[in-house]
């Protein structure tokens, strides 16, 4: 046996006594590497704080730009106002995600079927794709939310808020489709042809195979779609729904200050930061798995 298996000691360096799990020199070593690392991280983090904090009071306008984008009176004020608009991008999201979700599986499969008589539905997933990510989401919301109404329909079907969330879906479900076949394609062929000699047809291959597989692999990398979306639900501030961002434009307009946007940031970092963050344990904890 190696002399790094078999010396047995404490973190710290130490002897153990006899009967106590055994620790090597390597993981001592990586041990004291971690903390190491964490205490660098925390110091030159809290130096480049305290750095700032020193110098950007320091600067000509900082007097001018602390009146205009933090005054705390005013994000009292207007706080409650923003968070009840913020309920209307929350329901914006929730409806529009459900839809995305599923229109984004039905562009995929049609992408991805392969026989020759379903070719329409594979050029058509394929153009739809091509078409909806090539144009950036803002311009199909002003396509989509002022084109539509201008045709005369009448109420509700002149509504912002229904065509602003179609835009939405639209853009959207063209880049979940994309993560969808990328997690179809990632099943390996064999477990198809599995499926198939077993006696399943395509259909239901694709529905109790492939696709179980598929929607869990590609969890955390739609998180992250869905978390950009949360986002650009303030887009549809620019035809109409009076949201969160165009909420903060009301009060800076009747207030003449930039702090109700701060406020507005701060409810949408509130909501967006812990999703990133589950978004990124669950890449870790899948390519953990896959490691294994």
């Known amino acids: 046996m190696s002399a790094e298996k078999s010396s047995t000691y404490h973190k710290n360096g130490t002897p153990l ?27 030159s983090t809290v130096f480049v704080i305290l750095l ?26 207007v706080f409650p106002a923003l968070l009840e608009a913020f309920l209307v991008d929350i329901m914006i999201f929730a409806w529009s995600s ?8 039905v562009i995929a499969i049609c992408r991805n079927a392969s026989s020759p008589a379903f070719y329409p539905l594979r050029l058509f997933g394929t153009i739809y794709t091509d078409v909806f990510r090539g144009v950036p989401v803002i311009l199909a919301i002003y396509l989509i939310g002022f084109g539509i109404p201008g045709l005369g329909l009448d109420r509700p079907w002149n509504n912002p808020y229904i065509w602003g969330s179609l835009a939405l879906i639209l853009s959207y479900s063209a880049y979940v489709a994309e993560v969808y076949r990328a997690g179809i394609e990632s099943i390996h062929k064999s477990q198809k042809a599995a499926a198939l000699s077993l006696g399943l047809s395509q259909m239901d291959t694709m529905r109790y195979v492939i696709l179980p597989q598929a929607i869990r692999r590609v969890v955390p990398a739609m998180m992250n779609n869905f ?8 887009l549809l501030s620019f035809i109409g729904p009076v949201e969160l961002l165009r909420q903060a434009g009301v009060y800076k307009s009747l207030l003449a200050n930039f702090t109700p946007y701060v406020g507005a940031a701060i409810i949408f970092l509130s909501v967006t930061i812990p999703a990133t963050r589950f978004a990124d344990h669950l890449i870790q904890k899948q390519n953990k798995q896959r490691s294994q």
């Open 52 to 77: 700032l904090s020193f110098l950007i009071p320091l600067t000509p306008g900082w007097e001018e730009v602390k009146k205009s984008f933090f005054d705390w009176n005013i994000l009292v004020k």
């Open 227 to 234: 978390i950009s979306l949360q986002k650009d639900v303030a």
């Open 98 to 105: 459900v839809a995305i979700a599923i229109l984004g599986l």
């Open 17 to 43: 006594p006899a009967g106590v799990p055994q620790i090597s020199r390597r993981q001592i070593y990586e041990n004291r590497a971690k903390r190491r690392s964490i205490i660098t991280a925390s110091l």
